[in-house]
């Protein structure tokens, strides 16, 4: 092969494939031809109706999931993010109706449940050097036990659209009498781009993926590998808290004590769907939001076409190994 000719072929060499990513055009590829399969196999696919729930289960997933991809790209993984996402909303909603305090608070200190679990979390991880899989294995345990212990093992549903306190819930669908407007996928949009600008383009983001390719050899270069590994976790803490201000904002039934396991299951696929490595030291949040696309289409989309709640968890099995099986691929060719 001559020196100045150029490996890879027209696809890889494309300027705009270099730019957003072949992994991330091929999920872009896959979004659509889900879409349009589940429009063409179901009348009722197409309706306005299941596009507002498409997104609104975006919403939740996507917070999960980015907040989810930052300890994932330093070699962890953050298992607590479901159940917590449960927990922090049944502390936000029985403060706000049990207790009285206005809904704003209750949404505070949801958020301020996710970033102090982040903080356990990373404490666990990057100072006592536990194991992350084991060690938010047990957080998961804690949190899914707190929620219930917290509530008297109560259900309990933040005000309603309808109610004085329910104008929080604007955040994410907004009433406007003759159209309900998703919103909050602008939230997720101002996210996504501001935490790709995080991870990308400042100094911690740039830390955290290092510690994912050679955590040694940063370490010896002098970082302080412990802080930037610890941010990770405060990240995905912070991320799951506006996850659960997002599941109680759209969803009108209450929130139940012990559910949430297995939710993190629907990030951690989406951030790896969307390129983020298992190993580490790479990932982008576009990919990962793409990735939760991928999700929510089989989560809304399957029922559409016969399949009930078994075979999607069959389905997102198997879409989460070849996700692996890929990546496996693409760390060999590397």
């Known amino acids: 092969m001559a020196k100045n000719e150029k490996k890879g ?19 872009l590829l896959a979004v659509v031809v889900l879409f349009l399969v589940f429009s063409i196999a179901s009348k009722s696919f197409r309706q306005y109706t299941t596009i507002l729930s498409l997104l609104d289960t975006v919403y939740y997933i996507a917070f999960m999931a980015i907040g989810v991809t930052f300890c994932l790209i330093t070699g962890g993984v953050d298992l607590s993010i479901g159940t917590g996402m449960i927990c922090y909303s049944l502390i936000g909603a029985y403060l706000v109706v049990h207790v009285g305090v206005p809904v704003w608070v209750g949404i505070l200190v949801s958020i301020l449940c996710g970033v102090i679990m982040g903080f356990f979390n990373g404490f666990l991880v990057a100072v006592l050097n536990l194991p992350p899989f084991i060690a938010t294995l047990c957080s998961m345990m804690i949190t899914r036990g707190m929620g219930s212990i917290f509530t008297g093992g109560l259900s309990v549903a933040w005000p309603s659209s309808g109610s004085a306190q329910g104008a929080y819930r604007n955040m994410f669908k907004l009433n406007t009498g003759s159209i309900i407007l998703p919103i909050g996928f602008i939230l997720v949009l101002v996210a996504t781009i501001v935490m790709s600008t995080v991870l990308n383009k400042t100094r911690p983001g740039r830390y955290i993926i290092a510690i994912g390719s050679n955590k040694e050899a940063l370490r010896l270069s002098g970082v302080n590998v412990v802080k930037w590994q610890w941010l990770a976790y405060v990240i995905s803490g912070l991320f799951t808290g506006f996850a659960s201000i997002a599941y109680a904002g759209v969803l009108a039934s209450s929130v139940a004590p012990g559910a949430g396991a297995g939710l993190e299951m629907d990030a951690i696929c989406a951030a790896i769907i969307g390129g983020t490595s298992m190993n580490g030291g790479s990932g982008t949040i576009i990919g990962t939001l793409l990735g939760v696309f991928v999700m929510a289409l089989l989560k809304i989309g ?33």
């Not at 559409?304 to 693409?330: E, R, S």
């Open 302 to 334: 399957l029922p559409f076409v016969g399949f009930q709640a078994n075979m999607q968890q069959i389905i997102t099995g198997l879409v989460l190994i070849l996700a692996v099986f890929i990546d496996v691929l693409k760390n060999k060719a590397r």
């Open 9 to 27: 072929n027209a696809f890889s060499n494309n300027p705009l494939v270099k730019a957003v990513g072949s992994q991330q055009i091929v999920v």
